[in-house]
């Protein structure tokens, strides 16, 4: 498939499939067209004025004027193509290219049509750049935009190799670079799994209700007035709809972990929907500094400071981890005859039996891990370029918390899952309205499983595969708008 372009309206969905599928893109002739002129616009106007990074140095050096603005284009990319660590995945790496293609066929950022040109070809032959992780604070990603840009102008090997090549002129190489698109895509992609984690705690949730006969009230309409947010509303209505109608409940109340599942997973699909946001609007918009549109006119700026995003992805793996702490309360509970009129640990029956007591230790190691990660990096510090740049935004150490965060999140829910499954198959129970789920897992798991004391590895291993895929097989579960 062809992606088309116009610089306003890529997706999280679209960000997402191309960088795991390796879709071509197409730039819409009418965004091409805004490039042109937005690049005739900046030669025009640099004539008469400064223009940062165009006529004069960058950073500390932006006083300066630059005396051979050509050559000076390549000196800045290959100094700024500085960078540490290991390479990126070219999964990440398609997510950045996609990303700033797409800002760039935005209006106003006065680079030349031909690296608009010749970054789509890049992209469409999937020949990637050898970006490594470090490089950048929250304020432009500076090393992994200058890495590409030397593959396009011929100097840096990709892989596979691009063989065409074009020239970055006067401020082509500042603007190139004057992007988040790497933070960014890695965002996207952080938001994108977190996001069907989050559906499936809701549907192994769902399971774990059934198994302790919890109360249905917890989940009623009168919670949505109670708690009217949305994403506690569509967790409300979610769960009616997978525990299915008037189940009889065991209990006046149940443990927290059940009773306060609305308002508590309710604020992670609100933190969801909120850093899809911010990614989106920020993967749709010229970022760059200065912006030089015939539209817009010449404006020198701070839009490179990714504030919002460092909030939207420091909240949402704060609330990952909470989402994260009633999981496993919710596992705690599963492990108590109390709640599920079976042995403790979920044993066989066994004198002693220790069932499924050590995957409770995976799920709290897993979480140990997660409450880690929700450390903010908004409140990190750093002065810059001899004092210039006094502040940053370190949005790139919030998505990589939030990317570390998937795995962590995913591994918690596989242990909760496996208990679950585990409990309502002692329980010879079969709740209805997860008919569809419970087929599912037990055509993967062979639906028989060794209840004797055993190595849990390979169920906690399989449980993970089956989070991911869960989803898609409970029916219409909508997210929270």
């Not at 210039?388 to 990589?400: C, G, I, R, Y």
């Not at 999140?409 to 499954?421: D, G, H, I, N, T």
């Amino acid at each position: 498939m062809t992606l088309p372009l116009d610089g306003s309206h890529l997706s999280l969905d679209e960000i997402v499939t191309v960088a795991r599928r390796g879709d071509t893109v197409r730039v819409e002739p009418s965004a091409r067209e805004r490039v042109e002129a937005s690049h005739t616009f900046a030669d025009g106007v640099a004539e008469e004025r400064p223009i940062y990074g165009r006529s004069t140095g960058v950073g500390a050096n932006k006083a300066l004027v630059q005396p051979d603005p050509d050559s000076q284009a390549l000196q800045l990319l290959r100094s700024h193509a500085t960078s540490s660590g290991e390479l990126r995945s070219a999964q990440r790496v398609r997510a950045m290219l996609l990303i700033r293609l797409n800002q760039l066929a935005s209006d106003g950022n006065g680079i030349s049509p031909a690296v608009l040109d010749a970054l789509e070809a890049m992209l469409s032959v999937d020949a990637l750049p050898p970006v490594r992780e470090g490089g950048s604070v929250g304020t432009a990603d500076l090393a992994a935009l200058a890495t590409t840009a030397l593959v396009l102008c011929g100097e840096r090997s990709s892989t596979p190799e691009f063989l065409a090549t074009t020239e970055f002129g006067p401020g082509d190489a500042l603007t190139f670079m004057s992007s988040n698109a790497a933070v960014l895509a890695d965002a996207a992609l952080a938001v994108a799994d977190l996001d069907r984690l989050a559906r499936s705690a809701a549907v192994i949730a769902a399971m774990d209700f059934a198994a302790v006969r919890g109360n249905a009230e917890a989940f009623s309409p009168a919670v949505e007035v109670a708690t009217p947010f949305p994403g506690a509303q569509w967790v409300s209505r979610t769960m009616r709809e997978l525990i299915g109608p008037d189940p009889v409940p065991a209990r006046i109340q149940d443990p927290f972990s059940l009773r306060t599942f609305p308002q508590v997973h309710g604020a992670l699909m609100d933190r969801l929907a909120f850093a899809e946001q911010v990614v989106v609007t920020m993967a749709n918009s010229p970022s760059e500094n200065p912006i030089v549109s015939p539209r817009l006119g010449v404006a020198h700026h701070g839009a490179f400071h990714a504030a919002y995003l460092v909030q939207s992805l420091d909240s949402l793996v704060l609330a990952v981890a909470q989402s994260a702490q009633l999981s496993l309360a919710r596992l705690t509970m599963l492990a108590e005859p109390a709640y599920t009129g079976l042995h403790p640990f979920l044993g066989d029956g066994t004198p002693a039996a220790s069932g499924v007591m050590i995957v409770e230790y995976s799920a709290a190691s897993a979480l140990a891990e997660l409450r880690a990660l929700a450390t903010p990096a908004g409140i990190q510090a750093v002065t810059l370029s001899r004092g210039v740049e006094e502040d940053a935004s370190f949005a790139t150490l919030a998505a990589q918390q939030a990317l570390e965060a998937v795995s962590r999140f995913r591994a918690v829910l596989a242990a909760e899952l496996v208990a679950s499954l585990r409990c309502l198959r002692m329980q010879g129970a079969h709740p209805p309205s997860l008919s569809a789920a419970m087929a599912y897992l037990d055509e993967r798991d062979g639906g028989v499983p060794d209840m004797h004391d055993r190595d849990l590895t390979s169920d906690l291993l399989l449980a993970e595969e089956l989070v991911d895929a869960l989803p898609a097989h409970v029916g219409p579960v909508q997210r929270a708008p």
